[in-house]
């Protein structure tokens, strides 16, 4: 559905992604991470509109879309969704999802736009606040708000720019569920996020970025036993490690398991307590 070629930017003489491809297929859930600086949100902005690569190309259904806006992405069925939520603050939260309606694929008048507004709205749980001022709402409701003004558009590909930063563990477990919802009614989702934990419960394949770079694609158990995402994010995986956990308990008790010490060789078992240790 989406097929991303050797996309690159740079500001200035700093390459911020370089030669990146992958293809998100359609009804799929793809998601991509990295640490901090991989290039994560450089990518997402050119997909979205945002940032013109500097070279390479983003093909639609085969149709070359590199480098358009946001606004002529709506009307070729890709919306996104804000890392940082952009409600209109003074209007009522139907009137903002009213907008996306308004200016999406399907146009249309001022009822048939409420009415998509509002089937919108009771897809992402909102249907109860439809009257309530957009400022007034919790950051988590702000978040579905976002969801629900790109849906409004009736997109076939959305796009989520780390939708569950900033919420609590049961609303990002709530906003999980309803990315599945919305793949599972005919959406393709591509999503960017932080949260290691969020991106591998809920995407079918994930693309890891370091440097710019593409470092690894896969499902999310590959992905998780990658050596080389394993060293991106936490430094060299000690000599023998298979990807498997070794031991589980208390520090005292990791540290005197014989198969963590066989693991870590350069550990050793802490010294038994005398009388003359510092307390």
Not at 93 to 120: E, I, P, T, W, Y
Not at 259 to 268: K, L
Request: hydrophobic letters at 35%; proline letters at 4%; a neutral charge.
């Amino acid at each position: 559905m989406l097929e991303v070629r050797n996309l690159t930017k740079f500001f200035g003489g700093l390459a911020a992604v370089r030669d990146v491809s992958f293809e998100v297929r359609r009804g799929q859930i793809f998601g991509f991470i990295g640490p901090n600086g991989a290039g994560k949100t450089t990518l997402f902005n050119m997909i979205a509109g945002t940032y013109k690569p500097t070279s390479g190309q983003v093909l639609s259904c085969g149709r070359n879309i590199t480098g358009y806006p946001s606004f002529r992405l709506v009307h070729e069925g890709i919306a996104r969704t804000h890392q940082v939520v952009r409600p209109f603050r003074a209007m009522t939260v139907l009137d903002n999802v009213r907008v996306g309606a308004h200016f999406g694929r399907q146009g249309g008048d001022h009822k048939s736009a409420a009415d998509r507004a509002m089937d919108a709205l009771r897809e992402v749980g909102l249907h109860h606040l439809t009257d309530s001022s957009a400022h007034v709402l919790s950051v988590g409701n702000q978040k579905k708000l976002e969801v629900a003004r790109a849906l409004a558009t009736d997109p076939e590909l959305l796009l989520c720019d780390e939708i569950c930063g900033g919420l609590t563990r049961a609303e990002t477990d709530a906003m999980l569920d309803l990315l599945r919802q919305i793949r599972d009614r005919g959406t393709t989702i591509m999503y960017v996020e932080h949260d290691v934990r969020a991106i591998t419960a809920v995407c079918d394949r994930i693309l890891v970025l370091n440097y710019g770079k593409k470092l690894s694609e896969g499902t999310p158990n590959e992905i998780q036993l990658d050596p080389a995402v394993i060293e991106a994010y936490l430094g060299a995986a000690p000599k023998g490690w298979n990807g498997k956990e070794v031991s589980e308990g208390t520090p005292e008790k990791v540290q005197n398991d014989p198969a963590d010490i066989e693991t870590y060789p350069g550990a050793s078992a802490p010294r038994a307590k005398t009388g003359t240790d510092d307390e």
